[in-house]
């Protein structure tokens, strides 16, 4: 018997009221993601790309349809058990690496495992953990001024890996980096997804979806029937 995949949604959609308009932000999308996978999230902008990665990660709740996370429907669940979910088994990162500015590295990396309620000792030695695991053990004590973007978007990365998820959700994560360190990012999250970790990755550009094993290419918030396959590249300097 094959596997369960880990995202399963059937005929999600999204609608969002601007007064007494109707914006159908998403409209039946109906996919899988298997455990494992390397998946792009791709399409122009108002595609509605966003708006499914927002209900993958469970920032938002769908307006029809259902979506599967590890086997359990959190189509309608409530927003304090949305946010256990998303401590639990998703790790986001972001463009703009969203660092607590006069925090540590070591401490921006502690934050997630401070929500779990983890004690002392074990979220600073998890934490340095993390921050070995993507080359930052001898930044630890640096705060995001003294490191350069791509340090910072390791950072967060390491942070996104702290709880242990089974998803990353990254968005746009080399929207801020300049070609040679998106190569750099793109390849750390290749090295994680060998290791067996789920990434599903939003971005507008072609080259960086062409590291992904598979694109799903969005447009007027309908998934393009055939998902693209993208044949993963490998980033090899990295």
Do not use: W
Not at 110 to 134: C, D
Not at 210 to 228: I, N, Q, S, T, W
């Amino acid at each position: 018997m094959a596997p369960s995949p880990l995202i399963r949604t059937e005929g999600l959609s999204k609608i969002y009221r601007l007064g007494a308009e109707e914006v159908h932000a998403l409209r039946e999308v109906t996919v899988e993601i298997a455990r494992g996978e390397f998946v792009a999230v791709t399409g122009p902008s108002g595609s509605g790309k966003s708006t499914f990665m927002n209900l993958l990660g469970c920032l938002d709740s769908p307006s029809a349809g259902s979506y599967f996370l590890d086997g359990g429907d959190v189509s309608h669940l409530s927003s304090d058990e949305l946010a256990e979910i998303r401590n639990r088994k998703i790790g986001f990162v972001f463009q703009t690496f969203n660092l607590l500015p006069r925090t540590s590295a070591l401490e921006n990396v502690e934050l997630p495992l401070r929500y779990a309620g983890l004690p002392r000792a074990e979220r600073h030695r998890r934490a340095r953990e993390m921050l070995e695991a993507v080359g930052l053990g001898d930044r630890a004590g640096h705060f995001p001024s003294q490191l350069s973007g791509g340090q910072q978007q390791r950072v967060a990365i390491a942070r996104a890996l702290a709880n242990r998820p089974v998803l990353i959700l990254a968005d746009e994560p080399t929207g801020a980096l300049d070609s040679q360190t998106s190569i750099e990012i793109i390849g750390l999250l290749q090295r994680l997804n060998e290791q067996g970790i789920t990434v599903v990755l939003v971005t507008h550009e072609p080259d960086i979806a062409a590291y992904a094993g598979r694109a799903l290419r969005f447009r007027d918030g309908r998934l393009v029937p055939e998902p693209e396959a993208v044949g993963m590249k490998t980033c090899a300097p990295c």
